[in-house]
């Protein structure tokens, strides 16, 4: 059980505390917890950035953000006004060493007041490059000395490649204990991306089967409808590999693929995931040609409305060879994976939105049914819905009522809207509250964060070094180009889509 950290004053310090991710995902997040009664007794957050505000402005700025973006719906105003006592706003520069000592002097007014050392997270929600400057100012200004009371928490991408994973990486080990860093991968605070690891090791009936003997293949799709919006100078360079594929899938990847932990403690988890890393096959630049597929949007309509090309983006290069689609397949090379295909696809602009994993179970030995019985046969396959469906499926063969032996695949499904009433937490809200209790379960550790960019290196490089020459090669609204349909249809398969059935991602 999560044990409530009442007495536990804490001091969260935003820098980048005016942007997107402190509005969007961060304020309300932190709201949120401050409603369901999971805040300290005593606690500031102090939002940092370049702009003049005062403690009032930052505080409507929060707010904006909650009315908007935040679960609950619209601030009530009693609420509002006892969360909002504990809001501030500080202008810094993070280059000059002043604005760090004034932090100092700040913190240490709340010690006083408060009569303890108040546990004190920086949380890093700003352009990765000004990662190492702050967390370097951060420890020349001895904010970060008592490592049992000071975490640096750390928004993706970390680093661009794994050189410059690295060099961050190495960077932060010399200033901080790795029990002080908490990199983000919000994924894994996604409530059905944790249900997994309940799903695979708290059950008898899977692990038995959960391996090559018995599984086919597995797929892991992560579909989106959105465009660059005004995201399109970082995205540019970045590309969809290092953006979802590096990060994102392959974490999903780990849990459906990791060995069985001998506990819950974060550093056995974190072994068993960056174990399967380790295990997946190294790509050579025959295998980028044969195994990858990359794509880039072009102009389409989505639900009536035009809507521009990658190349037409604002802020985005107009002859850009990003790729904004990715579809690989791999394998793992171990006991257990060795020989199932994994195959993973993501792409933006797509004809939806969802994030599904499908396992897809080996045939029955012998069919016995006659050929006009099991005309719509399908596999067993598991399908495990992330969103916006928040969903398990076991698709098995039934027979159809009626006077004839005619089977049908259906669906036996735990539904989350079904089984539970209340709103599942924002992953950005587990995270938050991980981050105060100090459990790195959900964060990613250094060595993970290497061994992936390790793993999709050949891949990047490859694909930096040999322009795609059909860029755009798919249009909005579709399912991404032709050459993914067919990296999985030259094996015999088809990419899986979970019918949305109205369901829309929020
Ligand atoms: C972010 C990526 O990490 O994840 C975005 O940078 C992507 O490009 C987003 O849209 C997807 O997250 P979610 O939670 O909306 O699936």
Redesign the pocket.
Same mark, same amino acid.
């Given at each position: 059980m999560k044990s409530i950290i009442k007495s536990q004053p804490t001091i969260f310090v935003i820098f980048g505390g005016t942007g997107d991710l402190s509005q969007r995902k961060i304020g309300p997040a932190l709201y949120n917890l401050f409603l369901d009664g999971w805040m300290p007794e005593q606690f500031t957050i102090i939002g940092t950035g370049r702009t003049q505000l005062s403690d009032e402005d930052f505080s409507a700025r929060v707010l904006e953000g909650v009315n908007q973006f935040s679960r609950s719906g619209k601030a009530k105003k009693d609420k509002w006004d006892e969360f909002s006592k504990h809001l501030a706003y500080q202008v810094s520069d993070i280059n000059d060493f002043e604005t760090y000592k004034e932090f100092g002097t700040k913190i240490n007014g709340y010690k006083i007041e408060w009569g303890q050392e108040p546990y004190v997270l920086y949380y890093l929600a700003v352009s990765p490059n000004f990662f190492p400057i702050i967390a370097s100012n951060i420890s020349k200004a001895h904010l970060a000395d008592n490592p049992d009371r000071t975490r640096i928490v750390i928004e993706?991408?970390f680093g661009h490649d794994l050189e410059t994973a690295k060099e961050l990486n190495h960077l932060l080990s010399n200033i901080y204990n790795e029990k002080q860093i908490y990199r983000i991968?919000? $994924?894994l605070g996604?409530e059905t991306v944790q249900n997994i690891m309940a799903f695979r090791f708290a059950n008898s009936i899977l692990e038995p089967i959960w391996n090559r003997d018995n599984i086919e293949h597995v797929q892991i799709s992560?579909t989106?409808q959105?465009g660059m919006g005004e995201?399109g100078d $970082? $995205?540019d360079g970045?590309g969809a590999l290092r953006?979802?594929v590096q990060?994102?899938i392959l974490q999903l990847l780990c849990l459906v693929a990791m060995e069985p932990p001998i506990n819950f403690s974060s550093d056995e988890l974190r072994n068993r995931k960056v174990e399967v890393l380790r295990a997946m096959r190294r790509f050579s630049a025959e295998d980028v040609r044969m195994s990858t597929v990359r794509g880039q949007y072009g102009r389409g309509w989505i639900e009536g409305k035009e809507v521009p090309g990658y190349r037409e983006e604002s802020k985005v290069n107009p002859e850009s060879n990003t790729e904004t689609f990715a579809a690989i397949k791999f394998f793992i090379d171990n006991w257990r994976w060795q020989g199932v295909p994994f195959y993973l696809r993501t792409g933006?602009r797509l004809h939806q @939105?969802s @994030?599904v994993i499908s396992i897809q179970f080996k045939d029955v030995p012998h069919r016995v049914f006659p050929v006009e019985a099991t005309e719509s046969w399908q596999q067993n396959r598991l399908i495990i819905s992330i969103?916006p469906e928040m969903s398990i499926r076991l698709q098995v063969q039934a027979k159809r009522p009626g006077l004839d032996m005619i089977l049908n695949t259906v669906d036996m499904v735990f539904d989350y809207s079904g089984t539970y009433t209340s709103d599942a937490p924002e992953?950005y809200e587990t995270l938050l509250l991980d981050t105060m209790l100090g459990d790195q379960t959900l964060f990613m550790r250094g060595d993970q964060v290497e061994e992936a960019w390790e793993l999709i290196m050949p891949i990047l490089k490859t694909w930096e070094s040999r322009k795609s020459i059909n860029f755009p090669n798919y249009s909005a609204d579709s399912w991404g180009p032709e050459t993914a349909e067919a990296l999985i249809a030259r094996d015999g398969f088809h990419w899986f889509t979970l019918p949305l059935n109205g369901k829309k991602?929020k």
């Open positions: 993706k991408p991968d919000h $994924y996604k992560v989106e959105l995201r $970082y $995205y970045a953006d979802m990060n994102h933006k @939105s @994030s969103q992953a991602k």
